[in-house]
């Protein structure tokens, strides 16, 4: 397929065709990614949970986030990619942003950068789009602050809230991010702020009125332990973890059994070396 282009976003944006993006971590990820056809993938700050085993996002580096876009880049043919800026490489200053997101796209290989803010960042976007950096904008529940916005709460649900989701949409806009993500937000809301875009929206749990999707892959594809909590917006679309432990373990069983490796696994030789080797 044709390589996925800022161009083809917009066209598919002005057409109204949905925009398909899901994170990938590593190149075995990105791989299927791209070979179901995702629009876009995106090397989320996610992976310090759902790769490293981190308690969120807080702890991930740019070291972390360079390594890990490197093998998903290595993967990607079609797909447009994004890497996530982690926390503490962007906030300090425009200067600061730049210095991570140049490292990013030379280093990780990524072709965009994500962050997250709404107009409190938009000087940053702006001095970033200006040097010819592909910016997406996260705004609505941004995790990377869950500690400064009390938790993980769904963003937009008061008329003061909305509007200054709305704001920063406008804000990001303006400042020259060619897309948006809006996490956690009524559908409603996040409906009501597309229509007042000219950039696409990519929604994650936040209805289907976006001009697009996003979801965590290990979270659709069920790639994690029973018990383990996922958001309320996350849709099931296989049961990756159930798979990889029904083949581990009969892979235990057959070993402890020795019915593996059968004589179909194994090499041929010819039987006077065997005997002259016993000799
Ligand atoms: O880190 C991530 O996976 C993300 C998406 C969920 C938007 O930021
Ligand atoms: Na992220």
């Not at 310090?48 to 807080?58: F, I, K, P, Q």
């Not at 910016?135 to 003061?160: D, E, N, S």
């Not at 989701?165 to 400042?175: G, I, K, R, T």
């Not at 009524?186 to 976006?210: C, D, F, H, Q, S």
């Amino acid at each position: 397929r044709p390589k996925v282009t800022l161009n083809t976003l917009t066209s598919m944006y002005k057409k109204g065709d949905p925009i398909t993006m899901l994170t990938a971590y590593d190149f075995p990820s990105a791989h299927v990614a791209d070979h179901a056809g995702m629009d876009m993938i995106l090397v989320g700050d996610s992976l310090a949970m759902v790769a490293l085993g981190l308690e969120d996002t807080s702890e991930v580096t740019l070291e972390e986030m360079i390594m890990c876009s490197r093998a998903v880049s290595r993967a990607v043919k079609g797909a447009f990619t994004v890497g996530d800026l982690p926390m503490g490489s962007y906030e300090i200053s425009p200067q600061q942003a730049m210095t991570s997101a140049f490292r990013l796209l030379k280093e990780g290989r990524v072709q965009s950068v994500k962050l997250e803010g709404g107009a409190s960042m938009a000087p940053t976007i702006k001095a970033m789009t200006d040097a010819g950096i592909p910016v997406l904008a996260h705004i609505g529940l941004t995790p990377q602050r869950q500690h400064a916005l009390g938790g993980f709460r769904v963003q937009g649900k008061t008329v003061k809230s909305a509007m200054a989701l709305l704001h920063d949409a406008l804000a990001v806009q303006e400042a020259g991010a060619y897309a948006v993500v809006l996490e956690a937000v009524p559908a409603p809301i996040a409906e009501m702020v597309t229509k007042k875009l000219r950039i696409p929206t990519i929604g994650i749990g936040a209805g289907n009125g976006t001009s697009g999707q996003v979801l965590v892959q290990v979270d659709m594809l069920g790639n994690f332990p029973p018990g383990r909590y996922v958001p309320k917006f996350v849709k099931r679309y296989g049961d990756v973890w159930s798979e990889a432990l029904k083949g581990i373990e009969a892979y235990k069983e057959e070993v402890k059994s020795r019915a593996y490796p059968a004589e179909e696994h194994g090499y041929a030789v010819k039987e006077e070396v065997v005997n002259n080797f016993q000799a």
